[in-house]
């Protein structure tokens, strides 16, 4: 492989890994808070998408309010899918929420799909279309946005956790949540927070990506499975792995396409994010039989 291809398979590999590390962080904040994975998360990256494309395509609202709309409307509709799908259901086992959380992705997708169509859509780029060159690598604007956005709501979410009161008191319930309701923090209240961040990780996610490729109503399929490997390289625990693990899975895949396999293209990219996977609980099972031992 030339030096000029081994770089543009690495920053293509950031900017992709990027869209899963904000993906997979709407995983964790989920787990860590409610300990269910939310197998809808990918839908809300679609969201994003496709509200960003109607509301500067179709209603003609300005770019900069439609992105900050597009946000909002998928974080209210990450708090009623807690409020209507999961808290009506408090009293069911783990198992039956995740599977109300795989009903709601599919309701999402076809709901999407009978307003705005099946059709590829992409809004317009952020900032023009002109491409950079560095050591022979092409970069189009877009994937500095996606990878500087990434960067940003990373270091949010770390001043969030960690410096503010609503973001300690989440922090508290994934420690232990009848211990933080003891000392006067709502469980629930702090679950419906952690539904709508999540929502809106995964939305920023969508907004800066549609530009970069495509979008459409099964977009958020695909990348809520590579999301979930990049939250389960990171224990689904740790913000900063998570995003290490999205950033790794996404070089992976492009070095992946770039090497010649023999009959094994870039057809097969996919794949790696369920072989990662697959080699992850091959190498975590051992550790929770463990845990569940000693439980």
């Excluded at 109607?54 to 990450?78: K, N």
């Excluded at 099946?118 to 900032?127: A, H, I, L, Q, S």
């Excluded at 990348?223 to 990171?234: H, S, T, Y």
């Excluded at 770039?258 to 975590?284: H, K």
């Amino acid at each position: 492989m030339s030096l000029d291809l081994f770089v543009q398979s690495i920053i293509s590999g950031l900017s992709q890994g990027s869209i899963y590390a904000l993906v997979g962080l709407g995983f964790t904040i989920i787990f860590t808070v409610t300990g269910i994975i939310n197998f809808a998360q990918g839908e809300f990256v679609m969201l994003g998408g496709m509200f960003s494309w109607a509301f500067f395509t179709l209603y003609g609202v300005p770019q900069v309010p439609a992105l900050i709309l597009s946000v909002l409307v998928a974080t209210a509709i990450g708090a009623v899918l807690y409020l209507l799908a999961i808290r009506s259901a408090r009293k069911a086992s783990v198992v039956s929420l995740i599977i109300i959380t795989i009903g709601a992705s599919i309701f999402i997708r076809g709901v999407v799909g009978e307003i705005w169509g099946r059709d590829f859509v992409r809004p317009p780029y952020f900032t023009g279309e002109n491409s950079l060159h560095f050591l022979g690598a092409s970069i189009e604007p877009q994937r500095l946005w996606i990878v500087g956005t990434t960067i940003f709501v990373a270091l949010i979410l770390h001043f969030f956790f960690s410096r503010t009161m609503l973001g300690k008191a989440l922090k508290a319930c994934s420690v232990n949540r009848i211990g933080a309701a003891l000392v006067g923090i709502n469980p629930r209240t702090m679950s419906l927070i952690a539904f709508a961040l999540a929502a809106a990780m995964g939305a920023i996610g969508g907004i800066v990506t549609a530009p970069q490729g495509t979008t459409w109503a099964d977009a958020g399929l695909m990348l809520g499975l590579k999301g979930f490997v990049a939250a389960a390289l990171g224990g689904f625990r740790s913000q900063v792995a998570t995003v290490i693990g999205g950033v790794t899975l996404g070089i992976l895949e492009q070095l992946a396409i770039r090497v010649n396999w023999g009959p094994f293209g870039s057809d097969y990219a996919d794949a790696i994010a369920l072989v990662v996977l697959l080699l992850v609980l091959l190498v975590r099972s051992g550790k929770l039989a463990a845990e569940e031992r000693t439980s």
